[in-house]
């Protein structure tokens, strides 16, 4: 083996544990916003320009809000307010819903870490 | 020296490629709202058409369920409850009586900290309306009345569908355990359509089956007290999560937090606990196990979970601890940075 030879392996030894976690581990920020109503498809949105979102519910409209790649319910015609109170979601797999007014939003990655989360 | 430096550049360059080029995710998911909550449904490697297909086949069967096993809405449960107040026996509808038979047997293991005919005193507590009390608590006299005339499973008796009892304050209600139930009747639906790579999630506690192609299926556990996670687990083949928490339904008065899983040792909320995680095979098991170990507590959650035959649990006590069986701490891994203290059990046989 030539000094070249070590040189290289010593390289791509270095430079793997980098490629590895950033595509494969990497808590990345969330890429898009699905959004759930009742019985309805899934709507995909993207997480800019930041804007306000109207959905309609059994109960009335759900406000949701996305600003600088995050989300949050600003309103919602539920008695106690636990989607507005869950606040902002910034990360993959956020989720929060209006469990009354049948809502739900998802935040999603291209490359989610789990397949599932248990709370 | 440049043939090398090109060698690297290739490689480098066929890594970066395999990284973009993952292939596209084979899993239909699917979510529905039953049992008061979002149900997600993820199949693996299933036709998209026949997936949709299979899951509106789960959506109807959560609904069913969900209508006939309500502890206060009109329903097959709701009509039992009448029959067991006025002291009349009555006989069970066979869509509930495996349902009540099972929650009569992990009570039983868990030496009634899992209580299901509690359904008065979670009544009282205001859990039984959408809308949670705002401002007021409870007649403490009224709770203390429920908690003495101690209603249990052993008051009732079961010959063949016929159902007794002499005490008037039993009164099912099945919140701590009809979603586990629900989850495994899921399952067995998917089996029967050969489907053998699926979650059901419902709301946050979900059974695993299968794997996720040629690796395991990978659960994030949410942080009781924050949106970020706590930990990971890795699952393969038949395994159930579960958790019951502080969090998920509560009411505040001056300060306080009263959430809804009530003690039926006080008739108050259990106040030693913050959330606790079961792993288990079966998701019944797992969801009245995770009530009982949450009111079991710190001193006495590792006899609980010996008692119900239960092997992995993670508890997170009140003052953050995180208490831990050696076979629940070899499976998970926290994510970095996590800064508690971990209390290691002895191991549960």
Not at chain 1, 82 to 110: E, F, K, Y
Request: glycine fraction near 8%.
């Amino acid at each position: 083996m030539t000094r070249a030879d070590r040189i290289l392996i010593l390289l791509v030894v270095c430079t793997m544990p980098f490629v590895y976690f950033h595509l494969w581990v990497s808590d990345e920020p969330a890429n898009y916003l699905v959004i759930r109503s009742g019985s309805n498809a899934p709507v995909t949105e993207t997480l800019s320009p930041d804007r306000m979102l109207h959905i309609a519910g059994p109960l009335g409209e759900s406000i949701v809000e996305i600003n600088n790649g995050r989300t949050r319910f600003v309103s919602s015609p539920c008695t106690r307010q636990v989607c507005v109170h869950r606040g902002w979601l910034s990360n993959t797999d956020g989720l929060a819903a209006c469990l009354p007014n049948r809502i739900s939003m998802t935040l999603v990655s291209q490359h989610p870490r789990f397949d599932a989360i248990n709370f | 020296m440049i043939e090398h430096l090109t060698r690297l550049g290739c490689l480098l360059l066929a890594l970066a490629v395999s990284g973009c080029e993952q292939p596209k995710d084979p899993v239909f998911h699917d979510q529905f709202f039953a049992f008061g909550t979002l149900v997600e449904v993820s199949l693996y490697g299933v036709e998209p058409q026949r997936a949709e297909s299979i899951s509106k086949v789960i959506e109807k069967d959560f609904m069913d369920m969900h209508a006939n096993w309500h502890a206060w809405q009109p329903g097959k449960l709701s009509s039992l409850n009448k029959h067991l107040a006025n002291l009349e026996p009555t006989t069970i509808d066979p869509s509930i009586l495996p349902l009540i038979r099972e929650a009569g047997r992990l009570s039983q293991l868990s030496g009634g900290l899992f209580n299901p005919v509690i359904g008065n005193l979670v009544a009282l507590w205001g859990f039984h309306d959408n809308a949670l009390p705002v401002g007021t608590l409870p007649d403490s006299t009224r709770i203390r009345e429920l908690v003495e005339q101690a209603p249990v499973v052993s008051n009732i008796s079961i010959d063949d569908a016929l159902i007794t009892t002499v005490n008037p304050s039993v009164a099912y209600d099945l919140g701590g355990f009809a979603k586990g139930y629900a989850i495994d009747r899921a399952i067995d639906r998917l089996r029967t359509s050969d489907v053998q790579n699926a979650i059901v999630n419902a709301g946050g506690d979900l059974r695993v089956i299968g794997q996720h192609g040629d690796r395991p299926w990978r659960i994030g556990i949410r942080h009781p007290r924050d949106n970020s996670i706590l930990a990971s687990i890795e699952v393969s083949g038949d395994a159930s999560v579960f958790t019951s928490g502080d969090y998920e339904r509560f009411f505040e008065v001056d300060g306080n937090h009263y959430h809804h899983i009530i003690d039926p040792r006080t008739g108050y909320p259990a106040s030693s606990t913050t959330s606790v995680t079961v792993i288990h095979s079966d998701a019944a098991t797992a969801d009245a196990a995770a009530t009982a170990l949450f009111v079991a507590g710190p001193d006495q959650w590792l006899s609980t979970a010996q008692n119900m035959g239960i092997r992995q649990v993670m508890l997170i006590d009140k003052q953050g601890t995180i208490h831990m069986n050696p076979e629940m701490r070899s499976r998970i891994q926290f994510e970095p940075g996590l800064n508690a203290e971990i209390s290691l059990s002895a191991p549960l046989q």
